[in-house]
Structure formats: C-alpha cells, structure tokens
C-alpha cells in the first residue's frame, strides 16, 4: 500500500496538497500492521517508509509536517512494547487527519464571504478547499459563474469543472490557462487553493504566478485559501518538482528541451487575501 501510495503521489493521480496528506498518513497505518521484533525495529520500519513518503513531493508543506509528527510521536518515546508504539501510532495518525480535515473546512467556511450571490470567480488547478468552499456558498443558495483553467500541462483543472459542473448553482466553463487573461476583466475575483507559503512567496500550481500578475494588472483582486500550516515561516525548503517531458509532448524532440515544472512561485504582494483555519488576511 505504500509503494502505491508513493507512486500515486509521485504522477499526481492524488492532486490536492491536503488530499496527499491525508493519503499518506493514512498509508503509514500499514507500518502498524506488520510484525515488528522490537520497539527499534518499529520505528526505523515507520521513519522509512515516512521518509518515502516525503519524497514523493518534497513541495508540500504539509505532508513534510504531517509525517514528521506522525514519526516522532514514536520516535523519542521511550515505550515497553511494540504493541504501545503502534497504538500511538494509530492515534497520531487519526488526529493529523482531522486535524487537516478541520482546518480545511473552516479555511472554505471563512472564504465564504467572497463568494457573493451572483458573483464571477476564476480559480485555477484542483483545489479541494476552493471546491467545499464554492459547495458550502450553494448550500446558502447562491449562484456562482466559475471559470476553471485547464492547469496545463496536467489538465487537473479539468478535475474541478467536472466536480463544479455537479452543483446546483454553478455555471462552470473550461477554459485555456492563456486564455484568462481574456475573462479576467470579467470576474469580481480570482479564487485558488495554495500549496503552501514560505518567505514571502505563494507556491501552488505552475501558472499561478502570471494569473496572479495579470489579474493585479486588470485589477481583480485574487485570494487564496488553505489551511494555516501551510504558511510557513521556518523550517521548511521548497522544493520544485520538474515533470517529465512527455506531459507536454510526446512526439520526439529534435534540438530543443522541455522543461516542465510543477510550480511557480507568487509575490504575496500580488494578492488581495490569504484565507486560512484562523481567518482572512490582507495582504
């Protein structure tokens, strides 16, 4: 189960920041399972498969802090039998994932109020959150115009204007990521999920930094929103993922490369709010 989860993670087939948290965590609950000789024995079989885990996708904030606290809550324990790491294990495990849960449902309730009746919106890529947000608004019976890049070169925003297409409540159209620049002076706001934050920067989905500067420039404002934790200060190095070639073209090349990253990094400055588990900022 983990290798699989490893490889999901690693080709993107689980897309949202919190979603491969979640997935991870929940795949270390194989560790628990497994015969152990010692305590020892355990935790190394635990901070290996962890460590796999990490490296799936060193840009998420989020599953690097999620599998840390995960290991060492058995790490420095000094515990009589395997039977009671595992147990810790177990419970550090279902807390995490609430915990993420939690934080993701408040952030989407607190983005609420930007998303009024009858209101405009672009977002970009596939964001859960922006998804439970955009749901929670047609519960209150709002009425919502989404525009969804494709997010090329993976298409994930295909992912959220199938899921948008499914609400009551909501006109969704698909469009090219080049193309925003078109329908932008036409929305009240730009909406996204975000990787995470670190020194200044927004790190989420390539193509997030000229959607940004183009809706400064017509003057939309853009917000994004996530969980609190994935503003971090310190501690954490992002890490870019460079894709293979074969997503953008699969024909041979002849003289030229293709460089295909996974994320691009945005100003904060360019933004008009950061919506987290504690609230709304602006920026």
Do not use: W
Request: with cysteine; glycine share 6%.
């Amino acid at each position: 189960m983990i290798d699989e989860t490893v490889d999901e993670i690693e080709d993107m087939q689980t897309h949202s920041s919190s979603s491969v948290a979640i997935k991870a965590a929940r795949a270390l609950e194989a560790v628990t399972r497994r015969d152990s000789a010692t305590v020892e024995e355990y935790v190394r079989d635990l901070e290996r498969n962890a460590s796999a885990l990490r490296h799936a996708n060193s840009s998420h904030a989020t599953l690097q802090t999620t599998m840390a606290e995960i290991v060492g809550s058995v790490e420095d324990a000094d515990y009589a039998t395997v039977e009671d790491a595992k147990a810790v294990t177990r419970s550090t495990i279902d807390t995490v994932i609430e915990d993420i849960e939690r934080a993701k449902g408040r952030a989407a309730e607190n983005a609420l109020p930007l998303l009024e009746d009858g209101a405009t919106i672009l977002t970009h890529d596939y964001s859960t959150t922006v998804l439970e947000a955009v749901e929670r608004a047609t519960e209150l019976g709002r009425e919502l115009d989404v525009y969804v890049t494709e997010a090329r070169p993976r298409f994930l925003g295909r992912r959220t204007a199938r899921a948008l297409a499914g609400m009551d409540g909501v006109t969704a159209h698909l469009v090219t990521d080049s193309a925003a620049g078109h329908y932008l002076p036409d929305c009240d706001r730009v909406l996204t999920g975000m990787t995470c934050i670190v020194d200044g920067r927004l790190y989420n989905r390539v193509g997030t930094f000229p959607l940004a500067a183009t809706a400064a420039s017509v003057g939309v404002p853009m917000s994004v929103v996530g969980a609190e934790s994935k503003i971090v200060d310190d501690g954490f190095a992002f890490e870019n993922d460079y894709r293979s070639a074969s997503e953008v073209m699969r024909e041979p090349t002849a003289g030229f490369s293709i460089d295909n990253p996974a994320y691009d990094a945005t100003p904060v400055e360019l933004l008009d709010s950061v919506v987290t588990d504690d609230g709304r900022q602006t920026v």
